[in-house]
């Protein structure tokens, strides 16, 4: 197969250079040039983004966001099925579809409720009288909560099994939550409430089991997610927070992709490892409940008082627990039982798949990608990203079929199937074509909630992409403003540059919070992640309040997140702006001095947390600091290059050298022993960013000698791989 590419390659670039030679030599000088050369030196049509940009309809993708929340749709359940073939209706259209689109099945693993047999969490006195049962399902007030295909929450993934005990409140379910209790506590036996946020789902019940605690629930608390609010007259549907029998579903698992599958795509013939051997899921039941039933619980516990950053807003003093109920409860000397009846088992799962082919570059791809599966309705999560892509390919669509446009890259447009299980509709992808995305994919751009409210953009991205983010926003309007997405987004979030002053704040794609992952972490393509949100400074809410409920449906949509669908508007003319950029522009629209300030950003933080401390262990981080001023030196040559070229009279290959330099920036950081025990995660950059993943590292400093340190460890790993990134850069 290497060989058959890098035929492929070299027959390629033979014939690219042949039909150059001929171009110059065979043509005659009073002839008019082909379209071919034309078409080579062409550069991005400001006059074709205008147009573009004008034609995005919010009426339309009202009717897209409505037509996408009629039904639930869970990954492989007949809703899910049905938005499958809408989508390849829609891009199969002879109008305004795209030049193909197809669906690509995957075998996959999945964890759903039992229907016959509903999990269920009461509480039993010591005469096994059921003292108390919480919702089974939440409270209907609009009829799409009596659809029958909504699913009963559940925490997927969780096992099956029948535990009971002592209850005691956890917090957030993080080990140092755990530790504090474990000091007063004895949590063997025990059934743990924690809320969400602070560490990952699964996380909460892994943690948990270390100390004995036998089975976890999981609520919402309305201090983090409702600014206090608990009635039901100041939820929804009289506002956009989480009503109190609102509950949060979601897979607790730690690795994205398929679980029985890694590192390769679930097809019907792949290797399975056998189930024992999945690791980060719950090792203990677990279970969502809403918060009214958590009050019913909490307000009864006995104990010392929790500390004051575990309290909340539910009416009562939060105390850690008896363990247990306090003696004037009604509750006294009962247990909490949790019966889970979740099985597992694999379903065929859909990716829906399309593309309009490249004029010029058909071998180099731009995708730009969304899921398409729900827990429920989903008009947020997921589809008003999706509502987003359909207006965005109609439109484009429309421009191919009436041969006004065609772009100069392929755009590549994908519809991952069961995200919610663990983002793995797009990393079965990335494992199927490993080879060949990793050689030809330009950027992935993921829009996945596109609103989750209406004040002001915001981005996270490769810092290469920063710029061309900053020229898309620049030609939006921002909502119910005069000003420009841009300049909006400045006035929200903002950082100073040393390079360009005060600019939008650009985060940083770590984590696996949705599709970008696979992209960016797995085969380090540049990638960003775009949405409209809310304005931080008026509430707390971790997320948008109806996430993951029966309650996120197009009326919630429609009458609290974006009434005139302006935002999701703004976020397709800027999302699509910078779609058409990388798929049109002459020289690829990244910078790699920006990136060269963004290491300097993230070492100036390693440096304050760490670098004396490693210095006291004798170790140095001279070397690393070297490797980025190597980095930002090389960096600028590269950009004064670039500035110096006159790109319209270069040879195609000349500009496709630049363009693949720039195209292979993030791939210079992959490193595939960076994190040896996460699935997945190759992307060293990380480890600059965010010094708290090098602070586990840290804290085994007094454990090893100085120069065998895990930290040591990853100080070498990421002078090699800055070094690399110069190495690369360097060879222009």
Request: charge should be negative.
């Amino acid at each position: 197969m290497l060989k058959e590419v890098l035929l492929g390659v070299l027959t390629g670039a033979v014939a690219l250079t042949i039909g150059i030679l001929l171009g110059h030599f065979a043509i005659d000088k009073g002839s008019s040039v082909p379209d071919w050369v034309r078409d080579a030196s062409r550069d991005v049509d400001e006059s074709i983004i205008e147009k573009f940009l004008a034609e995005l309809d919010t009426n339309q993708l009202r009717e897209n966001l409505r037509e996408l929340t009629k039904v639930p749709h869970m990954a492989t359940t007949p809703g899910d099925e049905a938005t499958v073939d809408f989508m390849l209706k829609r891009w199969q259209d002879p109008n305004t579809g795209l030049d193909s689109a197809w669906r690509e099945n995957y075998k996959v693993y999945l964890s759903f409720p039992n229907k016959t047999s509903p999990n269920k969490v009461s509480v039993v006195d010591p005469a096994n009288t059921v003292q108390f049962t919480a919702r089974e399902r939440e409270k209907v007030y609009k009829p799409d909560q009596e659809d029958p295909e909504v699913v009963q929450p559940y925490a997927a993934y969780s096992p099956a099994g029948n535990v009971k005990g002592k209850l005691v409140y956890a917090n957030q379910g993080k080990m140092s939550d755990y530790e504090l209790l474990n000091r007063t506590l004895d949590l063997t036996g025990t059934i743990a409430i924690t809320r969400y946020g602070g560490e990952g789902r699964s996380k909460k019940a892994i943690n948990a089991a270390k100390f004995g605690i036998v089975g976890v629930l999981v609520y919402t608390e309305p201090y983090d997610m409702n600014d206090g609010l608990v009635s039901e007259s100041e939820t929804y549907p009289h506002s956009w927070y989480l009503p109190p029998s609102g509950v949060e579903r979601g897979s607790y698992n730690i690795d994205f992709g398929d679980l029985l599958t890694p590192y390769l795509a679930a097809k019907d013939d792949t290797y399975r490892i056998p189930k024992e051997d999945i690791t980060g899921i719950p090792p203990i039941p677990a279970q969502p409940i809403g918060f009214e039933d958590a009050e019913r619980l909490i307000c009864e516990l006995d104990g010392d008082d929790a500390p004051n950053e575990w309290q909340g807003s539910l009416n009562c003093t939060y105390k850690l627990g008896g363990p247990g109920f306090k003696s004037t409860s009604t509750f006294n000397n009962s247990n909490v039982h949790l019966d889970i009846y979740n099985t597992e088992r694999l379903e065929y799962s859909a990716n829906v798949m399309g593309i309009i082919r490249g004029s010029v570059e058909p071998d180099r791809y731009v995708i730009y990608g969304n899921h398409r599966d729900s827990w429920v309705h989903g008009a947020i999560d997921p589809s008003s990203g999706t509502a987003v892509m359909l207006e965005i390919t109609r439109v484009l669509g429309k421009m191919v079929k009436e041969g006004k446009w065609r772009p100069r890259r392929s755009i590549i447009f994908g519809s991952w199937g069961a995200e919610e299980f663990g983002l793995i509709g797009s990393a079965e992808y990335t494992e199927e074509y490993f080879s060949k995305l990793s050689e030809r994919t330009v950027a992935y751009i993921n829009v996945d909630i596109s609103v989750f409210a209406n004040a002001t953009l915001r981005a996270s991205a490769s810092p290469a992409a920063q710029s061309v983010i900053f020229t898309a926003s620049k030609q939006v309007k921002a909502p119910g403003t005069t000003t420009t997405v841009y300049e909006n987004w400045k006035q929200y979030s903002n950082r100073t540059s040393p390079n360009y002053g005060i600019i939008p704040n650009v985060g940083f794609l770590t984590g696996a919070g949705s599709d970008y992952a696979a992209f960016m972490h797995y085969l380090g393509i540049t990638s960003m992640d775009i949405s409209y949100f809310y304005d931080r400074s008026k509430t707390r809410a971790r997320i948008y309040p109806a996430y993951h409920t029966a309650y996120d449906t197009f009326d919630y949509a429609s009458t609290y997140i974006d009434p005139g669908f302006t935002s999701h508007q703004a976020v397709a003319r800027t999302a699509g702006n910078v779609l058409v950029r990388l798929a049109d522009s002459l020289l690829l629209p990244f910078n790699c001095s920006d990136y060269a300030e963004s290491l300097d950003q993230y070492l100036g933080q390693a440096v304050t947390a760490f670098e004396e401390k490693l210095a006291a262990k004798g170790i140095s981080m001279e070397p690393l600091k070297k490797a980025v001023q190597l980095f930002r030196d090389t960096a600028a040559k590269l950009d004064r290059l670039i500035r110096d070229s006159d790109l319209a009279k270069e040879t195609p290959l000349k500009v496709r050298q630049m363009n693949d330099q720039l195209m292979l920036l993030d791939r210079a950081f992959l490193d595939p022993l960076a994190f040896p025990e996460q699935y997945g995660f190759r992307y060293e950059a990380v480890l600059l960013k965010h010094p708290a993943t090098n602070d586990r590292s840290l804290m085994n400093l007094n454990r090893h000698p100085p120069n065998h340190s895990p930290f040591v460890h990853v100080m070498s790993h990421l002078f090699a791989i800055t070094c690399n990134a110069v190495w690369h850069h360097t060879g222009m």
